[in-house]
């Protein structure tokens, strides 16, 4: 018996939307995750793109828990020394609300250009709103 390795050029893709109205942050992550790498599908193949588009709204409504809105702190590098700077979660969400999200899924992919090209299929808007209307996008409860 072979072992089936998917081709780039086999491979189905469908759009999924999901409201992060009221989910838990990192759970709802994981799942955008294991759904963008294609891990949910019986044609899993580690070094080939198998994965969905997912399109998440309602970003600035996704929870935190515990103390974590006060406490967590995201970090970026300016690129000069000493360029080390924070900002906590309660004022990313304030300022950019799809960062958040974006961050947490992209944590949760691999660190390749596999990992790159995966977060490119990652759409997320703020409020209720999306321009992806054409794609027919499937809801999709988690």
């Known amino acids: 018996m072979k072992t089936f390795m998917a081709k780039k050029g086999e491979v189905e893709r469908k759009w999924y939307i999901v409201d992060a109205t009221n989910k ?18 019986p044609i899993f193949t580690p070094h080939v793109d198998t994965g969905d588009f997912v399109i998440v709204v309602n970003a600035e409504k996704v929870r935190l828990t515990g103390k974590k809105w006060d406490r967590k702190i995201y970090y970026h590098h300016t690129g000069y020394m000493g360029g080390l700077k924070g900002v906590i ?38 409020g209720p709103n999306h321009p992806h209307e054409a794609q027919k996008p499937e809801k999709w409860e988690i």
């Open 24 to 41: 838990v942050l990192g759970r709802l992550a994981s799942e955008i995750a294991k759904k963008l790498r294609g891990k949910d599908k």
């Open 89 to 126: 979660a309660k004022e990313l969400l304030r300022k950019k609300p799809e960062e958040l999200i974006r961050h947490a899924v992209k944590g949760m992919l691999p660190k390749n250009r596999l990992g790159r090209k995966l977060l490119k299929k990652l759409k997320v808007y703020a």
